[in-house]
């Protein structure tokens, strides 16, 4: 299975940047699709950033031209840049990675999740 640790969240102030890390414990350079989620408590998870093992990116309307996702399969991380941040931006963001798990000796798709890094922007 994949495990997954997120680090780098903190408290910024609006107009600031932050830089967050997902570090993977296996190798994802056979993980077609790295992404990032946020969510606040009471609200829907949101898919905010996706990579591509090629490095295609896409963006939620709501960051796009902000957020900068990044990922070295090398070193088994994936980047989230955020830059302008607004107030908006604070939540708990995730890294998700869809991939396979092994049941009853059949593959299976399976998604994997860290704990989350909680990010605040508020002056």
């Known amino acids: 299975q994949v495990q997954l640790v997120e680090s780098g969240g903190g408290l910024v102030q609006p107009g600031g940047s932050l830089r967050l890390s997902c570090a993977a414990s296996?190798?994802?350079?056979?993980?077609?699709?790295m992404n990032w989620y946020r969510q606040v408590l009471g609200q829907e998870r949101e898919l905010v950033a996706g990579?591509?093992?090629?490095?295609?990116?896409d963006y939620a309307d709501s960051v796009k031209g902000r957020f900068i996702i990044s990922r070295d399969n090398a070193k088994n991380t994936v980047d989230l840049q955020m830059h302008r941040v607004k107030p908006e931006d604070t939540a708990k963001y995730y890294c998700?990675?869809?991939?396979?798990?092994?049941?009853?000796?059949?593959?299976?798709?399976?998604?994997?999740w860290g704990q989350g890094t909680q990010v605040t922007v508020s002056s």
């Open positions: 296996v190798s994802i350079g056979t993980i077609n699709r």
């Open positions: 998700n990675a869809p991939d396979l798990r092994l049941v009853d000796d059949s593959w299976v798709a399976a998604n994997y």
């Open positions: 990579i591509s093992v090629s490095g295609s990116t």
